[in-house]
Structure formats: C-alpha cells, structure tokens
C-alpha cells in the first residue's frame, strides 16, 4: 500500500473510475438547451477529496482538515449561511466629536458649535495628542566635551524617542509623536533631553514637564500650531538648566497634517525598516501610452552567407515585451514587411526601444544583421486618427569577420529601416479588466473632460478578522487596507495585532465617468522585520490577502452616504472562507447632473478603441504588460506597494480557466432569460386556456391592438414605464457586494476548487489530470451537442431556397408565391387578426401532433449528414 496508494483510492486505481464512466442523458430535438446543459452532470470526480493546503496524507486514505470558518464545498447544494455572508448596516459616528471644553476638559480653542466636520466627516473622529519635536540649542557638552543629544517623549507607559546626533550641541530633528486619546492614562506629559552614550545609561540633560488638561486642541483647516522654545529643567524640577527645546504640543485627530509621518503608540514595537512599511500612503500610478510601430521596410541589409537566400525578420524590444515580424516574402537585400506592433510605455519613459534584424539560417541559430536602439520620447505623440509621417533609421550593422574569428565588426556602409511610430495619446491603456474599469480617460490630458462628481471613501475598520500567521505561539494578524481608483492608489496605515483594526481613514477622488468601479483590498503586512513575517505565510515575504470588495459608483444614489459593513470573502482549496468584514462609509457627490446624463449616451471607452479597435489577443497582452509596468512601479515606492497586492487588485487570473465561474456564467445567463422563458411560459397557458379570464382579456386587448395599431408601441413604452415605478417600492437599498451563490462558491465540487488553484502550467499528478480532461471533455461533449443543433436548425433555414430537397423546395415557393397574392389582396388587419386568433384558439380546437410548418422543417436537410 505504500507506493500504491499515492495512485490510488482505497483498493481500487483512479482509472478505473474513469473509465466506468457513463453519461446518462437523453437529448431530443424537442429538449431545449437550458434542460440539455442544466442537466445533472455525470459524476467524473474522485470519491474523496484531493490533497490541497489543508489535507494530510495517511497511507491510501487522504483526509482533510478545514478550518472551522470554512464552508466545505458542497456538491449536492448550497447550504444556508443566513446573514454572515449578507452586507450588513453600519452605524458608526461619523464626523467631528469633540469633548467639552477641549482635550481634557481644559481649555480649547474652538466652541462645540465651531467644531464642525471638515473633510473628514466619513470617518469617526480619533483623538490624538501630538508632540512634535522641532531642535534644541545650546546644550551643555558632556565630561567629554562632546554632545551626543536626543529626546525621550514619555507619556506614561508610553516612550517615543527621536534619532540622535553625534556631537551637535544644536541639534534639528523635526520629529512628530502621536498618542491615542483612548490609551492615554496619564495627566503629565514629560519630555526628556539626554544624551546617548555607548557604555552604561545615557546621561540626562534636561527636561520639560506639560499638564495635559492645559493643552490647546487644534483642528483643520486651522494652521498648525507654532512651535515655541521651552528652558530645560533639572530632573526635579526645581530649577532650570542649561539648553533650551523647540516644540509644539497639541490635541488633534486624524486629519492633522502630522498624523501620517508621526510616531504612533502602537508601533512601540517596530523598529528599522519595519515602520515606513507601517505607515498610510498615497500612490499615483504611471501614466501609461501605447507605443504604435509599423516596420515597413529595409534597404542594404546584407546577410553573412551570401550564398542563400535570407529569411529576414524584425525583432522589437521596449522593456521586456518583445515582438518579432513575420519572414520576409522579398529574398533580398530589400526586405519588406509592413506589420504594426504595440508596446505599453510609462512615464518617465526609461525604457529603451530595441530593433533588430535577424537573419533565420535554421532553427537553432538567428544572425543579427543589423540594430538601432532609441529612446521612446523621440516619437510623435497623437492624440487622434491622423497620418503620422515615416521616418528612415540607420542601422548599426552586424557581420562575422575572416581574420578575427567569429567576432562581430561593423560593416563599412550602413543599412537603414523605414519605420512609423508614434505615442498613442487618444487611447485609455487598460491596466485593469474592462468589467471592472475604474478610468476611462484617455492618456493625454488634452483630451479630459471635467469631472462629473466627487467620491469620497471613509475606511473605517475593519471587524472579525481571521489569525494569518503566528507570534509567540499565537495568531495575529496586522492588517491595512488598499483602495484603487483611477490612476491613484492608497493604503491605510497598519494597525498591529488586531482582529478588529479602526483606520478611521479617508480619501477622496476626481469621477470622470459613474460607470466605473471603486477596488478595495485588505492584507496582512508580514514586512515588520520581525519573527511575525514567519506562521502561515512561511518564509514567504508576500503580504497575506485577507479579501476584496468592489463598488460600481452607478448604483450609488448622489449625495447619500453609504455606511456598510462588507463581508471579506476568500475562496481557497478547502472551500469559501469569511475572512472578516470591512466597514466603509461611501459618498457620490454630483457636480452636474446635465453633464452626467450627457455621459450615459456616450462609448465607455475614447473614440479611438472604436475607430481604430484592438484585437482581443491583443487587449488581453497589453492589459497584461500594463499590469507588470504598474506593479514594478508602484513596488519601486516608499514604502513599496507589493506586487502581489497590485496583481491582486487588478485581477491578474481573471482569464484563467475554472469550473466554478464557467458555472456561475451559465447561470448568469439563464437568470437573464428566466423573464422571456415566465413570459412564454405565461403565453403558454393563455393560449391553452389555463385561466379563462386571462384568455379573455388577452383576446380583448389583442382586438383593440388590432383594431388601433398606432397603440402598439405607446402602449408598450407606458407599460414599461408603470413597471419601473412599480420596482422602485423594491430598489436596491445597498451597493452590490461578493455573492457565494452568485459566484456558484458554495456549491461546487472540492476537486473542482483544487483545480482552480492548480498552478499553470500543472502541477496535479498525471491521474487527477487524466480525470480532469475527461471531466472538461464530457462539459465540451454537452456543448458540442448544443452547438450542433443549432448549426442544424440554420442550415435547414438556409435549405429552404438551396434545391438541396428539389421536393421542399418546390412546395416552399410555391407557397410563397400562394401567399403573396393572398397578402396583396387582403389587408394587414384582416391576416394579423387571422393569425392572432390562431394562436391563442381553445384546447378544444388544438391538436396534440405538431404542427405542418414545424414537420416539414424538421425534414428539411442538414449538412449534418456530410460530418464524419
């Protein structure tokens, strides 16, 4: 059993489950598609679950250990998860609160009815006691006679300490602290001056003593606080010392300038590195250009075996994309090609562009003939559909020399390509997929129209987050969150060791169009510098992703704000995990609400994606190398944004293959046509007299149709009216958030998760993939069926007029020709109340035998019988 039972299942091979299996589904030409493909598949899984993260392999038997917050995918149907999975309702206190009297009772200097919310008013109010630290002067020297001075904040348990200088008896720091109100438990604030030594304790300099119910509370837009100078007193505080200190001390919120750059209470324990990678920032993404070349030709270009005929190609390099012509058709010195490529390029444009001319001897080897390297920002910017001129290039040529074996020389003349490029600046470079766009605007600013609206984003916190790694043998987890929209990206600061972390954050966007999508993802920082970066993650360096959420900003109604709790749903190997939940307070102000319905009558994309489209190969590459560009951009940044986390919230594997959203696609479709399918359903039993009254009715008002024709479409268009004012009593109250049943996750088969999460290419085992061919192959084998019958239902159509049954033919036009005179001669009313009353006749006068015109279509020919 040891090595058998890797491949197998219990006593019996994989295999032959595999080929035990049967397909028992009867399909007709009366079955309809939505019976054929929503049919209950046949049964191509294994009967136990496969290895994945959470397994453990005992013998032949593989058992799984999911967690308990996990819903273990479930093949027979989705079970009931009530509201944990549902957005919830937030009710935080959202705005400027601030206690009577100022910070601690003491004196302030704004009146409650002053103290109104300013720009952060989607967020609740978190007070701070800041220090800010600016230089000293004239400090006395140690025995010594250097000076090595820096300052010790202490404010109860808390100390925060500046950097020190070495030998500077005035020295500048310029450093801010920040303390929590709600950990505050102190009523002195103390700040210390010292001097650092390298053996025993640090010398003390001096200190200055505040009475915290004496300090002042400033808030924006106020200006900051002046800081002022302060005489150092002795460790008793009987009397002063020699030096003096630069501060300002002061009782604030989030929204101080100070806040982002200050030292926080709960960072105590980070240190080096650890805390830039803690802090909150603002990100702008690359301004991105799609790079148009079109190589036409080239002169003089020699090859270096004259004795054949050259097979000559172009290879374009910009960065790492690299794009190579087709062999030239002209076996000459005077290749011609005229084959357009196109690069992403960012800037500042770093990149080089590379061109080359090879010559393809064989299959193994390319002789580089010829090379011109440019940089990108010679070339022509467009912003329209214009001609851009052509350009010659020389190129540095490339040969073997005799005397110098096999050592590349320049050739005396110089060969030369014919190229036309240009910056393309009339195209929006899509980074992101198109479901989920969060900017339209093309790259030049030339072409932008003014923004429509404001969006504005409180993050507030976070709640019931999971453990994601390990510290001192137990789970922690120290999230922050990131938001995209546009070209700028944001990131909360990192609260540490917090299943329920409160940013209390918020931002604020330019909208250039409502139909886009707001991206916000929360993660696990594991870049502290300590033992935490070890646990679940490994030694890994990756930030942990906790979950994601998507906002469309047009099912935003204006000028209401959207306090919600979103669930943070994850799906992984064993099932579909809750993470936690993000609470976010979202605002959509409109700025004209004449240029917003201007919009919705315009393309989603600028004019020229359609005057001049790309093709889908060529989309999906470029959405790809914008991608890469934006990520090793941004994780050039200080502190960096990771590149998991950008190619998380881009959707990078968006287009790769799974089960799972095959599932939720179909059914996606059927949703939609479940209103045509109740409709004819309805007609249906109208027809055959269900409910007579019904019936009845329908005959009057098809009367009156037929009767007052100029009533059909008004009627329609005032029917769809009163239905929209009818569903308005029952109108999304919430934005959209992550559904399991929407996205088929809580229902689908574990084998089909492993293979979601399968690397690419494969890494299963030649069995399990064998069995997943099989599986995809009877799924392909359904549709192909489908597919089959609808070709035939057309080729019939198309067999009508074709002579290919001379007999079907013959009585086809002839009737035709019968009911064109009958046509002619009877009026229009006359043959649809004819028709009408056909169609909706009594059972009584019905037949149960199909009807003439559906038997002779089905006997009309098909290319079906010339299939091998």
Same mark, same amino acid.
């Given at each position: 059993?040891?090595?058998?039972?890797?491949?197998?299942?219990?006593?019996?091979?994989?295999?032959?489950?595999?080929?035990?299996?049967?397909?028992?589904?009867?399909?007709?030409?009366? /079955?309809?598609?939505?019976?054929?493909?929503?049919?209950?598949?046949?049964?191509?899984?294994?009967?136990?679950?496969?290895?994945?993260?959470?397994?453990?392999? /005992?013998?032949?038997?593989?058992?799984?250990?999911?967690?308990?917050?996990?819903?273990?995918?479930?093949?027979?149907?989705?079970?009931?998860?009530?509201?944990?999975?549902?957005?919830?309702?937030?009710?935080?206190?959202?705005?400027?609160?601030?206690?009577?009297?100022?910070?601690?009772?003491?004196?302030?200097?704004?009146?409650?009815?002053?103290?109104?919310?300013?720009?952060?008013?989607?967020?609740?109010?978190?007070?701070?006691?800041?220090?800010?630290?600016?230089?000293?002067?004239?400090?006395?020297?140690?025995?010594?006679?250097?000076?090595?001075?820096?300052?010790?904040?202490?404010?109860?348990?808390?100390?925060?300490?500046?950097?020190?200088?070495?030998?500077?008896?005035?020295?500048?720091?310029?450093?801010?602290?920040?303390?929590?109100?709600?950990?505050?438990?102190?009523?002195?604030?103390?700040?210390?001056?010292?001097?650092?030594?390298?053996?025993?304790?640090?010398?003390?300099?001096?200190?200055?003593?505040?009475?915290?119910?004496?300090?002042?509370?400033?808030?924006?837009?106020?200006?900051?606080?002046?800081?002022?100078?302060?005489?150092?007193?002795?460790?008793?505080?009987?009397?002063?010392?020699?030096?003096?200190?630069?501060?300002?001390?002061?009782?604030?919120?989030?929204?101080?300038?100070?806040?982002?750059?200050?030292?926080?209470?709960? /960072?105590?324990?980070?240190?080096?590195?650890?805390?830039?990678?803690?802090?909150?920032?603002?990100?702008?993404?690359?301004?991105?250009?799609?790079?148009?070349?079109?190589?036409?030709?080239?002169?003089?270009?020699?090859?270096?075996? %004259?004795?054949?005929?050259?097979?000559? $190609?172009?290879?374009?390099?910009?960065?790492?994309?690299?794009?190579?012509?087709?062999?030239?058709?002209?076996?000459?010195?005077?290749?011609?090609?005229?084959?357009?490529?196109?690069?992403?390029?960012?800037?500042?444009?770093?990149?080089?562009?590379?061109?080359? &001319?090879?010559?393809?001897?064989?299959?193994?080897?390319?002789?580089?003939?010829?090379?011109?390297?440019?940089?990108?920002?010679?070339?022509?910017?467009?912003?329209?559909?214009?001609?851009?001129?052509?350009?010659?290039?020389?190129?540095?040529?490339?040969?073997?020399?005799?005397?110098?074996?096999?050592?590349?020389?320049?050739?005396? $003349?110089?060969?030369?390509?014919?190229?036309?490029?240009?910056?393309?600046?009339?195209?929006?470079?899509?980074?992101?997929?198109?479901?989920?766009?969060?900017?339209?605007?093309?790259?030049?600013?030339?072409?932008?129209?003014?923004?429509?609206?404001?969006?504005?984003?409180?993050?507030?916190?976070?709640?019931?987050?999971?453990?994601?790694?390990?510290?001192?043998?137990?789970?922690?987890?120290?999230?922050?969150?990131?938001?995209?929209?546009?070209?700028?990206?944001?990131?909360?600061?990192?609260?540490?060791?917090?299943?329920?972390?409160?940013?209390?954050?918020?931002?604020?966007?330019?909208?250039?169009?409502?139909?886009?999508?707001?991206?916000?993802?929360?993660?696990?920082?594991?870049?502290?510098?300590?033992?935490?970066?070890?646990?679940?993650?490994?030694?890994?360096?990756?930030?942990?992703?906790?979950?994601?959420?998507?906002?469309?900003?047009?099912?935003?109604?204006?000028?209401?704000?959207?306090?919600?709790?979103?669930?943070?749903?994850?799906?992984?190997?064993?099932?579909?995990?809750?993470?936690?939940?993000?609470?976010?307070?979202?605002?959509?102000?409109?700025?004209?609400?004449?240029?917003?319905?201007?919009?919705?009558?315009?393309?989603?994309?600028?004019?020229?994606?359609?005057?001049?489209?790309?093709?889908?190969?060529?989309?999906?590459?470029?959405?790809?190398?914008?991608?890469?560009?934006?990520?090793?951009?941004?994780? %050039?940044?200080?502190?960096?944004?990771?590149?998991? &986390?950008?190619?998380?919230?881009?959707?990078?594997?968006?287009?790769?293959?799974?089960?799972?959203?095959?599932?939720?696609?179909? $059914?996606?479709?059927?949703?939609?046509?479940?209103?045509?399918?109740?409709?004819?359903?309805?007609?249906?039993?109208?027809?055959?007299?269900?409910?007579?009254?019904?019936?009845?009715?329908?005959?009057?008002?098809?009367?009156?149709?037929?009767?007052?024709?100029?009533?059909?479409?008004?009627?329609?268009?005032?029917?769809?009216?009163?239905?929209?004012?009818?569903?308005?009593?029952?109108?999304?109250?919430?934005?959209?958030?992550?559904?399991?049943?929407?996205?088929?996750?809580?229902?689908?088969?574990?084998?089909?998760?492993?293979?979601? $999460?399968?690397?690419?290419?494969?890494?299963?085992?030649?069995?399990?993939?064998?069995?997943?061919?099989?599986?995809?192959?009877?799924?392909?084998?359904?549709?192909? /069926?489908?597919?089959?019958?609808?070709?035939?239902?057309?080729?019939?159509?198309?067999?009508?007029?074709?002579?290919?049954?001379?007999?079907?033919?013959?009585?086809?036009?002839?009737?035709?020709?019968?009911?064109?005179?009958?046509?002619?001669?009877?009026?229009?009313?006359?043959?649809?109340?004819?028709?009408?009353?056909?169609?909706?006749?009594?059972?009584?006068?019905?037949?149960?035998?199909?009807?003439?015109?559906?038997?002779?279509?089905? %006997?009309?020919?098909?290319?079906?019988?010339?299939?091998?």
């Amino acid at each position: 059993m040891g090595t058998q039972g890797a491949a197998s299942v219990g006593h019996f091979p994989v295999h032959n489950y595999i080929r035990k299996v049967r397909i028992f589904i009867r399909y007709s030409p009366t /079955t309809s598609v939505y019976q054929f493909l929503a049919a209950p598949r046949p049964s191509l899984t294994l009967p136990v679950p496969l290895l994945s993260e959470n397994s453990s392999l /005992t013998g032949s038997r593989i058992q799984h250990s999911a967690p308990n917050s996990t819903i273990a995918a479930n093949p027979k149907g989705p079970p009931n998860h009530g509201d944990d999975y549902r957005l919830k309702d937030a009710s935080p206190q959202l705005g400027q609160q601030w206690p009577n009297g100022g910070g601690f009772g003491g004196r302030g200097w704004m009146s409650s009815g002053e103290r109104i919310a300013s720009t952060y008013d989607l967020v609740e109010q978190t007070h701070y006691l800041y220090v800010r630290v600016v230089k000293a002067k004239d400090l006395p020297p140690s025995i010594a006679g250097s000076c090595d001075p820096y300052v010790e904040v202490k404010l109860g348990n808390y100390k925060g300490r500046t950097r020190h200088y070495e030998n500077k008896r005035n020295p500048e720091w310029n450093q801010a602290f920040a303390f929590s109100k709600d950990r505050i438990q102190a009523s002195l604030l103390e700040i210390f001056v010292k001097e650092k030594e390298m053996v025993g304790r640090d010398d003390y300099i001096g200190r200055v003593v505040f009475d915290l119910n004496e300090v002042p509370t400033r808030v924006p837009p106020d200006s900051p606080l002046a800081p002022q100078w302060y005489r150092l007193e002795d460790r008793r505080g009987q009397g002063k010392v020699t030096g003096e200190v630069m501060l300002a001390v002061w009782m604030g919120t989030q929204a101080d300038e100070a806040f982002p750059d200050a030292w926080h209470t709960d /960072t105590a324990f980070v240190h080096g590195e650890g805390l830039f990678s803690i802090r909150s920032k603002v990100y702008m993404a690359p301004k991105l250009w799609y790079l148009r070349v079109n190589v036409i030709e080239a002169q003089d270009v020699v090859p270096n075996d %004259r004795s054949r005929a050259p097979e000559l $190609f172009v290879k374009v390099q910009v960065g790492s994309q690299v794009l190579r012509t087709k062999i030239s058709q002209t076996n000459n010195t005077n290749p011609f090609w005229n084959e357009d490529f196109i690069f992403v390029v960012a800037e500042p444009f770093e990149e080089q562009f590379i061109l080359t &001319i090879e010559d393809h001897v064989h299959p193994a080897k390319d002789d580089m003939l010829g090379k011109i390297i440019l940089p990108v920002d010679i070339f022509e910017k467009r912003l329209d559909h214009r001609p851009v001129n052509s350009h010659w290039f020389n190129l540095e040529k490339f040969g073997f020399g005799i005397l110098e074996a096999d050592r590349k020389k320049e050739l005396k $003349f110089s060969s030369r390509v014919h190229l036309r490029a240009c910056l393309e600046g009339g195209y929006h470079v899509l980074d992101e997929s198109t479901m989920y766009v969060s900017d339209t605007r093309p790259t030049a600013r030339q072409l932008w129209k003014p923004p429509v609206g404001i969006l504005e984003v409180g993050i507030l916190g976070a709640q019931g987050l999971l453990p994601m790694k390990t510290k001192d043998g137990r789970g922690t987890t120290d999230a922050y969150c990131v938001a995209k929209y546009g070209q700028k990206w944001v990131r909360t600061r990192t609260v540490l060791d917090s299943f329920a972390p409160k940013w209390n954050e918020q931002y604020t966007w330019e909208v250039y169009d409502p139909c886009t999508v707001i991206t916000l993802g929360v993660f696990d920082n594991c870049h502290l510098g300590g033992a935490e970066k070890q646990g679940a993650v490994g030694n890994s360096a990756r930030d942990s992703r906790i979950g994601k959420v998507r906002i469309r900003l047009s099912t935003l109604e204006s000028h209401r704000v959207y306090a919600n709790s979103y669930p943070l749903l994850a799906l992984h190997s064993a099932g579909v995990k809750k993470m936690g939940e993000l609470q976010l307070a979202v605002r959509f102000t409109s700025l004209s609400l004449a240029h917003m319905i201007y919009i919705y009558g315009h393309p989603l994309l600028p004019k020229m994606h359609y005057l001049h489209p790309f093709t889908v190969n060529q989309i999906e590459s470029l959405r790809y190398q914008a991608m890469n560009i934006v990520a090793t951009r941004l994780s %050039r940044a200080e502190p960096p944004l990771r590149k998991e &986390i950008v190619e998380y919230m881009l959707d990078v594997d968006s287009h790769l293959w799974s089960m799972r959203r095959s599932k939720a696609s179909f $059914f996606r479709i059927m949703s939609i046509m479940s209103g045509t399918i109740s409709v004819s359903r309805w007609f249906g039993d109208v027809c055959h007299w269900k409910n007579p009254i019904t019936s009845i009715l329908v005959h009057i008002l098809f009367l009156i149709l037929i009767w007052y024709p100029e009533l059909v479409l008004p009627t329609l268009c005032l029917y769809m009216f009163f239905i929209g004012l009818w569903n308005y009593r029952s109108r999304p109250r919430h934005p959209p958030h992550m559904d399991l049943k929407l996205s088929w996750a809580e229902a689908v088969h574990p084998d089909e998760l492993d293979e979601e $999460f399968d690397t690419f290419p494969t890494s299963r085992p030649h069995e399990i993939v064998r069995m997943r061919y099989d599986r995809l192959r009877s799924v392909a084998g359904r549709i192909q /069926t489908v597919v089959g019958d609808i070709a035939t239902q057309g080729e019939r159509l198309q067999s009508l007029l074709s002579w290919r049954d001379p007999r079907a033919t013959s009585l086809f036009i002839m009737f035709c020709l019968c009911a064109a005179v009958v046509l002619y001669m009877t009026p229009f009313r006359v043959i649809a109340l004819v028709a009408g009353l056909h169609t909706l006749r009594h059972p009584r006068f019905r037949s149960k035998l199909p009807s003439v015109p559906s038997n002779f279509f089905k %006997r009309l020919a098909s290319r079906a019988d010339s299939l091998l």
